[in-house]
């Protein structure tokens, strides 16, 4: 049975209860946007713990936190423990679902699984690990809480640009306590084109943009999406585009003379946003199809692929007792940590199919697993 009152439990309820909302997804000063009160909860218990407490700015009142547990000689090697703090909002517009609930065996609430769980499991294991005494000699372990994963991965990036390194860096996402070392890319590319507007009693006099941009729609979800599907990698599979909306018109007597569609294009590992957007304007281009390519995003989310014969990364899987390395679809701040220079594997309890829902929820089961496994992993540290 699993304990109801374990110290991940506890702690998850306490993290949820502190609304952490991307600040991307709500009005400007909304009281449940921003990570702070999560990044403050838990620096004071890290402090509470003993452990040096860093705060990195980030945004104006959004900032990573850094808990550094120190070995009892000289550094030689850093571990690094990631997982974000912020969430994405309520679906429905209420705030039942930041009220966190222990029913059937599982925590429910806003962040269970993403990413809260993985929160969690991780201070508790570090936390334990602390109590014990058990330091190790040459090894320092850094859990860094991210901001803004949910939208641009700013923490990420300024965790890279600060300069920070590690020998192996564990990015806190649910993977149902896989080992993922691999994961896609993400490009969001805007596509316009233009027509000429006219009166809608008499079309021929106009160029109807809508019309135009479906045939894009077509060729893309079409024989695009079937030419990159041949390419094949051996843990993420295919490549994929979704057209994700679509704007044109005005009103119905207008012939419209604007139309936008935004993309979600998932890449493999050697894909690149420039090389993407070369290729999708020259495949339209050859059936004859003429469009404007804009980046939405603005920032690079590359695909991660981590070696898993690193040393690091078999010790790793070892400990928690993973033979083969695993893929995911989704994009997370492990490729941006990688970037950096940072060997990143991303592992932590729960199921990606419930983040983001109505009703997200994590299995107590996993998060106790999750956390007894981390907890070995960090006191095998030399």
Not at 61 to 66: E, I, S
Not at 120 to 149: C, H, K, N, Q, Y
Not at 363 to 374: D, F, H, P, Q
Request: proline share 7%.
């Amino acid at each position: 049975m699993p304990n109801l009152f374990s110290p991940p439990v506890r702690l998850l309820r306490e993290l949820i209860a502190l609304p952490s909302v991307n600040p991307a997804f709500l009005p400007a000063g909304d009281p449940l946007a921003g990570e702070a009160r999560v990044a403050d909860f838990v620096g004071s218990l890290g402090a509470a713990e003993g452990l040096a407490v860093e705060f990195q700015e980030v945004f104006p009142g959004r900032r990573n936190l850094l808990l550094r547990y120190l070995p009892a000689g000289k550094v030689r090697r850093r571990l690094l423990l990631a997982p974000h703090f912020d969430t994405v909002g309520s679906l429905d517009g209420s705030e039942e679902i930041f009220r966190p609930k222990v029913e059937a065996g599982r925590v429910w609430g806003r962040g269970a699984c993403d990413t809260k769980g993985c929160v969690s499991a991780m201070l508790t294991a570090l936390f334990e690990v602390v109590r014990s005494g058990a330091r190790p000699r040459e090894t320092e372990i850094v859990f860094a809480g991210l901001v803004d994963e949910e939208s641009h991965q700013h923490g990420s990036r300024a965790l890279v640009k600060s300069g920070f390194q590690a020998d192996l860096g564990i990015v806190g996402e649910p993977t149902r306590l896989e080992v993922v070392t691999a994961h896609k890319g993400d490009i969001w590319a805007r596509l316009e084109v233009r027509g000429k507007a006219a009166h809608g009693a008499c079309p021929d006099r106009g160029v109807n943009a809508v019309r135009a941009m479906a045939a894009i729609v077509e060729a893309l979800e079409g024989p695009y999406a079937k030419a990159i599907a041949r390419r094949h990698h051996p843990l993420l599979g295919r490549p994929t585009i979704n057209v994700g909306l679509i704007r044109g018109g005005f009103q119905p007597n207008i012939v419209p003379d604007h139309c936008a569609i935004e993309v979600d294009r998932r890449t493999l590992p050697g894909e690149t946003g420039p090389g993407v957007k070369r290729e999708m304007v020259q495949f339209l281009r050859r059936r004859g199809l003429k469009v404007s390519f804009a980046d939405v995003k603005g920032v690079p989310e590359p695909a991660l692929e981590t070696d898993p014969n690193l040393p690091r990364v078999r010790e790793f899987m070892a400990s928690v007792g993973r033979k083969q390395a695993r893929g995911v679809h989704y994009f997370c701040d492990a490729a941006i940590l990688a970037t950096g220079g940072i060997p990143c594997v991303v592992f932590g309890p729960g199921d990606i199919a419930q983040a983001h829902t109505a009703r997200e929820w994590i299995s107590i089961r996993s998060l106790e697993r999750g956390t007894a496994m981390l907890q070995r992993y960090l006191q095998s540290q030399p």
